[in-house]
T-cell receptor
Framework: KNQVEQSPQSLIILEGKNCTLQCNYTVSPFSNLRWYKQDTGRGPVSLTI?????NTKSNGRYTATLDADTKQSSLHITASQLSDSASYICVASSGGSYIPTFGRGTSLIVHP | DTEVTQTPKHLVMGMTNKKSLKCEQH?????MYWYKQKAKKPPELMFV???????INESVPSRFSPECPNSSLLNLHLHALQPEDSALYLC????????????FGPGTRLLVL
């Protein structure tokens, strides 16, 4: 059964600090892994997408890593801003399937 | 244009009403999706259209009826809904295939009374 597990479930940090969110996935055959940011009551916005051959991808202050051997991914946020407060969702897809597997998300709160 | 638009933003309906949610994209994507999302939960896939044909129905009750009039539009017709159907309904699109990023719309917040 395909599964995506994220940790921590929630995280509170001070503005300007860095943080790292974790994602473990069991998806076979693996195709790609994406990180989305979702503000409350809004649709998810794509941050990064990585295939098995990529191990790092950056998008501004967001850097995602992928270890296809251990089936782990992380999302690192540098110099956090208040606007980073949101839910961060890890999504893994298997080859040839339209049905992605969503993690439950990490709720990030950035305090001033 | 990398935008997926959805209307209405909010919808309140009674259990006997008939309403429709609309989704539009002009990115030339050939796959379009409907998701349902409850508070503090990940989106749940409902339907997938590929090249304007329904390719996946995730055992969704018949009170939800999707329609794809053309490659840019996706509708979700609602009839005789239950209060537990209240949720955020998200539309997404992608180039065909699972390797492509799905672009999500802002969602329609639905409340069934």
């Amino acid at each position: 059964k395909n599964q995506v597990e994220q940790s921590p479930q929630s995280l509170i940090i001070l503005e300007g600090k860095n943080c790292t969110l974790q994602c473990n996935y069991t998806v076979s055959p693996f195709s790609n892994l994406r990180w989305y940011k979702q503000d409350t009551g809004r649709g998810p916005v794509s941050l990064t997408i990585m295939t098995f051959s990529e191990n790092t991808k950056s998008n501004g202050r967001y850097t995602a890593t992928l270890d296809a051997d251990t089936k782990q991914s992380s999302l690192h946020i540098t110099a956090s801003q208040l606007s980073d407060s949101a839910s961060y969702i890890c999504v893994a897809s298997s080859g040839g399937s339209y049905i992605p597997t969503f993690g439950r998300g990490t709720s990030l709160i950035v305090h001033p | 244009d990398t935008e997926v638009t959805q209307t209405p933003k909010h919808l309140v309906m009674g259990m006997t009403n008939k309403k429709s949610l609309k989704c539009e994209q002009h990115m030339g994507h050939r796959a379009m999706y409907w998701y349902k999302q409850k508070a503090k939960k990940p989106p749940e896939l409902m339907f997938v259209y590929s090249y304007e044909k329904l390719s996946i129905n995730e055992s969704v009750p018949s009170r939800f009826s999707p329609e794809c009039p053309n490659s840019s539009l996706l509708n979700l017709h609602l009839h005789a809904l239950q209060p537990e159907d209240s949720a955020l309904y998200l539309c997404a699109s992608s180039n065909s295939g699972s390797r492509e990023t799905q672009y999500f719309g802002p969602g329609t917040r639905l409340l069934v009374l």
